[in-house]
């Protein structure tokens, strides 16, 4: 993929408004790349975790956009503008354990499911955010997983 596709890519993914497009396919890019960057499956070259975390990102963005689509976007996000970082962290957490209820990978753990579906969450409340002008606020900064 050259440079000019990849800005393409994400003007298009910030283009793009709630409830229009919940979680799109570069997004979804994004997401799996990320997970196939912390994570690690031993038995697997890293062409082929890349393959596989595409299709639990979209597993797990499916069951997301199934939940989202039944209740709608104002139900689903019910409070989160209003809501300060702790607040949003508990909403992320919870929402992650009712969707991990529905979800299973047989190759992640529940842990790395709930981790998963959190990374994606987050991603969604950040665009509903954005789509009312609105942004996350800034944490501050730690290593992510005791390394980075």
């Not at 229009?20 to 997004?27: L, N, T």
């Not at 082929?48 to 595409?54: G, I, K, R, T």
């Not at 499916?62 to 300060?84: L, N, P, T, Y």
């Not at 009712?98 to 842990?111: A, G, S, T, V, Y």
Request: proline share 4%.
């Amino acid at each position: 993929m050259h440079k000019k596709d990849i800005v393409r890519l994400c003007s298009e993914t910030n283009e793009l408004k709630l409830p229009f497009h919940v979680i799109s396919k570069p997004q979804r890019i994004v997401f799996a790349s990320f997970l196939n960057a912390v994570l690690d499956i031993p038995i697997l070259n890293e062409a082929a975790e890349q393959v596989l975390f595409m299709k639990i990102v979209d597993v797990i963005a499916d069951a997301i956009e199934r939940q989202f689509e039944k209740v709608g976007h104002s139900i689903f996000f019910e409070g989160v503008s209003d809501m300060g970082e702790t607040q949003l962290d508990l909403w992320i957490k919870s929402t992650a354990k009712k969707m991990n209820e529905k979800i299973d990978i047989p190759l992640l753990n529940e842990k790395q499911e709930e981790e998963a579906i959190e990374y994606i969450l987050h991603g969604m409340v950040e665009r509903f955010l954005a789509s009312d002008g609105k942004r996350l606020p800034p944490k501050e900064k730690k290593k992510m997983f005791g390394f980075i």
